[in-house]
């Protein structure tokens, strides 16, 4: 075993000293078609990464094992109690250790670490008097922020599918599909489309614009929700083919391909009116690179579940992740940007966790879907960039950094919205596709 890792981490430092991937100088990474053997190296990659940086960093060490759950913050080498815990993360970690057991992979102690997940939501988060999930309880369980958000639920009915493929419990099939008619019932606009989002304890929407929000301004649907949704739906319908369930998932995939995208460009835009109007605010006028990286290989993904041609929306992946690869992929230093104006170049070179984990899968997958091997050189230069500055020294990945890798002060390196679940997700998803892929001639 010891000489076997000894092999696996002489193969990162090589795949990290260039292994032969260059930038080109039209702004694209270019480079030779991938060999078998690269498909190998970088699948070890990816798993080695995987159980060091995320599996190890998380358990048992965010295990809550006084009050149930997981710990949320990392502070002075440890996790440590805060206090609160929040659903979206709570369901992530849920999700993450849940997927792991269900792929076999460290099964005892991934079971171990989601079961207690799975309990603090049925426990402290479900609303058994309305239905739906509440947004934040303390570490005892009581209820601090009993208001809904669709976004919030959403993970929670992603974790629980999670949950119930990995353990087979019936409750957590039967709190997803109770989650889902809540949702539907509640949430559902029936005359435009989609979900509205922010809701009090009893399903009365949130008006008040000073209200705190999560995830968009108060009376907007956002792209981020509807993405997220239709994730979590997916996920649902490969468990449960229900028939409203599949029209659903259909609305929410026709909404992140098509009614989300800004009219004159390539790219999506996060906030709209109720009726699909979008929000004309500066703010709102930007290409979120590391959403669309990601909505494109989860758009795919629900094609697949849905049973349609993966041909119909081939052109639509590869525009969207197009836009991204062109303005926002830093050709010096490899990896993606955060944020930029429409049709111009990013101006928000941050480089976050979540957007460098979601690149790797819709690099990878558009490389799986078009042979063209700058995704797949962009798959690999943002893998270099995480291996050799996301990740830091001591376990876990930091939060943000600077465009050329460096730490800026007070990163984190998790917290209420930072858990397991983008860089977790990314690794596995990556290690599978490319176990899959063959090697391709120009």
Not at 17 to 26: K, P, S, Y
Not at 158 to 171: F, L, N, S, W
Request: proline share 3%; aromatic share 12%; charged share 20%.
């Amino acid at each position: 075993m010891r000489t076997q890792s000894i092999l696996t981490c002489l193969l990162v430092v090589l795949v990290g000293l260039g292994g032969g991937h260059r930038v080109m100088a039209a702004g694209v990474p270019g480079g030779s078609s991938p060999t078998a053997a690269d498909f190998r190296r970088e699948a070890a990659r990816c798993r080695d990464l995987l159980h060091r940086t995320v599996f190890d960093f998380y358990f048992p060490h965010c295990l809550d094992r006084a009050n149930g759950g997981y710990f949320e913050e990392w502070k002075d080498g440890r996790f440590v109690v805060r206090g609160e815990k929040f659903l979206t993360l709570q369901a992530r970690q849920l999700w993450f250790f849940s997927t792991l057991a269900a792929q076999n992979i460290e099964r005892q102690k991934s079971t171990e670490a989601a079961w207690p997940g799975f309990v603090a939501l049925e426990r402290a988060f479900h609303d058994v008097h309305h239905g739906g999930y509440y947004s934040r309880v303390n570490d005892a369980g009581r209820v601090v922020d009993a208001r809904k958000h669709v976004y919030l639920n959403s993970f929670a009915l992603y974790g629980m599918v999670a949950y119930y493929e990995a353990t087979k419990d019936r409750q957590a099939l039967q709190r997803s599909k109770e989650l889902f008619d809540v949702l539907d019932r509640h949430a559902h606009d029936n005359v435009n489309g989609g979900y509205h989002e922010f809701f009090q304890a009893d399903w009365k929407p949130v008006t008040q614009a000073g209200e705190t929000s999560y995830v968009g301004a108060i009376g907007t649907k956002t792209y981020n929700t509807h993405l997220h949704l239709m994730e979590s739906f997916t996920a649902l319908y490969r468990v449960w083919p229900d028939s409203r369930l599949r029209e659903r998932l259909a609305e929410l995939l026709h909404i992140n391909t098509t009614t989300v995208q800004h009219a004159s460009t390539r790219c999506n835009i996060d906030g709209w009116w109720p009726d699909w109007r979008i929000v004309e605010q500066p703010r709102n006028m930007r290409a979120s690179y590391g959403h669309d990286v990601e909505c494109l290989w989860l758009g795919i993904d629900a094609v697949h579940a849905l049973g349609w041609p993966e041909s119909m929306y081939r052109g639509w992946a590869k525009s969207l992740g197009d836009y991204s690869l062109e303005h926002g992929f830093d050709t010096e230093h490899g990896g993606f940007f955060y944020t930029g104006p429409l049709g111009e170049k990013a101006d928000d070179t941050r480089k976050e966790w979540w957007v460098q984990s979601e690149a790797l899968v819709g690099m990878l997958d558009l490389y799986r879907m078009t042979g063209e091997p700058r995704y797949y050189h962009a798959f690999v230069q943002t893998l270099d960039f995480i291996q050799h500055h996301q990740i830091a020294p001591d376990g876990g990945w930091w939060a943000t950094l600077k465009a050329d890798g460096s730490v800026p002060p007070n990163t984190s390196r998790s917290s209420m919205w930072q858990g397991a679940y983008h860089n977790g997700r990314a690794l596995l998803l990556s290690a599978k596709l490319l176990d899959n892929l063959k090697p391709r001639t120009n």
